[in-house]
């Protein structure tokens, strides 16, 4: 634990001197999937990583990737203790890419539109735009995920060689590829289904939250914050530290508590936070707005937890100030486009 000058506690990792961290806001995914591209071309186009999406975009209510990822078990007892075991779920509830009919189309002159030579049955984001609810009040959300860089992380303590680490400087969690065996028991560990393994390499493999652009190893070697946040076309990531007293993402986490974490049941205690998602109220038979609201609390409660009642309470008083024209520290947070305060990535050496 560590308090800041404000008096808010912290918890950061033993060892951990500052822990990197980023909040999401729900309510701007547009589902275009920049992100995911932007990790892929990256980190995960070589051989045996075909499959991996290191950062995804998932439709919720849905099943996500990997398939039913919520079902897998792994994470922490109710202590926080033991290690609860997971599964390893198997390759299609990843999805394969598909074959596409292109030499056809491209070179041999067919007038067939583009599509899977066989009617595909499951992919990545393969329950896109379906969501949940009975017309007109159906609902759905993109929910954009990547390695939570935890601080009590499961996949750490489930290697038998000691191969995942927490780093001393950020708390970001690696994989030592010389001395991951790819036996796989992170994969298992991970409630959130976030490493991956590479059965060309024979190791496992997961996001590095960019750590080679937050150090300024780019070419110019400016600071850059992660691809996924830098290329997201409507900004919704914020980047910094979760100690930095100053930055966005401790005053929305610890001070006005509106970012919360996805599924804290599982007890790894994720660095990854989120805005929860609004959308408009519900429709009468008659298609007149009613006091209902679209997307079920207890959905919301299932995904977030408990905390996230009150911080969608929070967000609504504090956007009816921003209404009256009183001033609001959380709608500035939300809302600001000065990329010195969406990544506050050099306040720590
Ligand atoms: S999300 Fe999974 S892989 Fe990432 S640190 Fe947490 S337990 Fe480990
Ligand atoms: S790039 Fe941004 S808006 Fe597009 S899917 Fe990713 S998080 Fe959502």
Same mark, same amino acid.
């Given at each position: ?9 912290v ?24 992100c ?13 990583r ?20 919520e ?24 999805g ?43 609902y ?77 190893? @780019?070419? &110019?070697g =400016? %600071?850059?914050?992660?691809s996924?946040?830098? /290329?997201?076309?409507? #900004?919704? $990531?914020l ?29 790894t205690?994720?660095n ?11 429709h ?11 997307i ?5 409660e299932?995904?977030f ?19 009256r @024209?009183? &001033?609001? =520290? %959380? ?6 486009? /000065?990329?010195?305060? #969406?990544? $506050?990535?050099?306040?720590f050496?």
């Amino acid at each position: 634990m560590s308090q800041t000058d404000d008096g808010t506690d912290v918890r950061l990792a033993d060892g951990i001197d500052h822990q990197v961290a980023m909040v999401m806001d729900l309510n701007k995914c547009i589902g275009c999937q920049t992100c995911t591209i932007a990790c892929k071309t990256n980190w995960t186009d070589g051989g045996g990583r075909e499959y991996m999406y290191w950062n995804n975009v998932e439709t919720k209510p849905g099943s996500g990737y990997p398939r039913d990822w919520e079902e897998m078990g792994g994470g922490w007892d109710e202590d926080g203790e033991e290690r609860t075991p997971g599964e390893l779920q198997d390759k299609e509830a990843y999805g394969r890419a598909w074959e596409f009919n292109h030499e056809q189309v491209m070179y041999e002159g067919s007038d067939e539109p583009l599509r899977p030579m066989e009617q595909p049955d499951w992919g990545p984001n393969f329950d896109e735009d379906e969501g949940a609810g009975e017309y007109p009040n159906s609902y759905y959300f993109y929910l954009p995920r990547i390695c939570n860089h935890c601080t009590h992380p499961s996949c750490v303590e489930a290697c038998p060689r000691s191969a995942l680490y927490k780093r001393e400087e950020d708390g970001i969690v690696l994989v030592d590829q010389d001395r991951c065996r790819g036996y796989r028991y992170c994969v298992e560990g991970c409630p959130y289904k976030k490493v991956y393994y590479n059965a060309m390499k024979k190791t496992s493999e997961k996001c590095i939250f960019c750590y080679p652009r937050i150090e300024g190893e @780019g070419p &110019e070697g =400016e %600071v850059l914050p992660p691809s996924c946040a830098e /290329d997201c076309p409507p #900004q919704l $990531r914020l980047v910094g530290y979760l100690d930095d007293e100053e930055g966005p993402i401790h005053k929305l986490v610890n001070e006005h508590e509106v970012a919360v974490r996805l599924h804290p049941e599982y007890r790894t205690e994720p660095n990854v936070y989120y805005i929860p998602p609004f959308a408009p109220p519900q429709h009468s038979e008659s298609g007149e707005s009613i006091e209902s609201e679209r997307i079920p609390r207890n959905y919301l409660e299932e995904l977030f937890g408990p905390d996230v009642h009150e911080a969608l309470n929070t967000i609504e008083r504090e956007r009816a100030k921003v209404e009256r @024209g009183e &001033e609001s =520290e %959380v709608m500035e947070l939300l809302t600001t486009t /000065d990329t010195t305060d #969406q990544y $506050r990535l050099e306040v720590f050496d």
